[in-house]
């Protein structure tokens, strides 16, 4: 956040308090996706997929989502955007013709290779600030978060009753 604007400090209980910093992380988050699309040419979503191709050359589709813990439909659209934009390469996969292997191009090893002006940069600020304790805390509480966000069942609405 713009450490120059004042910021009201108003305290709504421990789980609205928290959900007010996933909020502004998100919000930052997005901010920095769209500057790095502008500056690389990537977003954030496709430059961690960059990275973690760059590390695991060959790497299928499914197994990418698995390392991301999202559905291999929701990378899909991220995949498509890195071919067309000539940073990744696909080919099949010799023992099973229903998967794709993907892999870094020369221009995907230059998005890899980025070390200033990206997320990964600022969570290392970030990191470097914090103390091992500290991480290992936020990171447990994060993950606990993960898991319950992606076991809630949507609440079903009453014929009649209107969205808050």
């Known amino acids: 956040m713009n450490q120059e604007r004042e910021q009201e400090v108003v305290r709504l209980g421990a789980v609205l308090d928290f959900m007010q910093l996933l909020w502004a992380v998100d919000h930052s988050l997005q901010t920095a996706s769209k500057r790095m699309k502008s500056t ?97 805390a936020a990171s447990r509480v994060l993950g606990t978060l993960a898991d319950e966000l992606a076991r809630e069942v949507p609440v079903r609405r009453k014929k009649g009753s209107t969205a808050a």
């Open 40 to 136: 690389l040419r990537v977003t954030g979503p496709q430059r961690l997929v960059v990275r973690i191709v760059g590390r695991l050359p060959g790497i299928s589709a499914g197994r990418l989502a698995s390392i991301l813990r999202v559905h291999p439909s929701t990378l899909t659209g991220v995949l498509r955007r890195l071919e067309a934009g000539q940073a990744l390469s696909r080919r099949g996969d010799p023992t099973d013709g229903r998967r794709a292997l993907f892999s870094l191009t020369a221009k995907g090893r230059e998005i890899d290779a980025c070390q200033s002006g990206t997320i990964e940069a600022a969570v290392r600020r970030a990191l470097v600030r914090s103390s091992p304790r500290d991480i290992t």
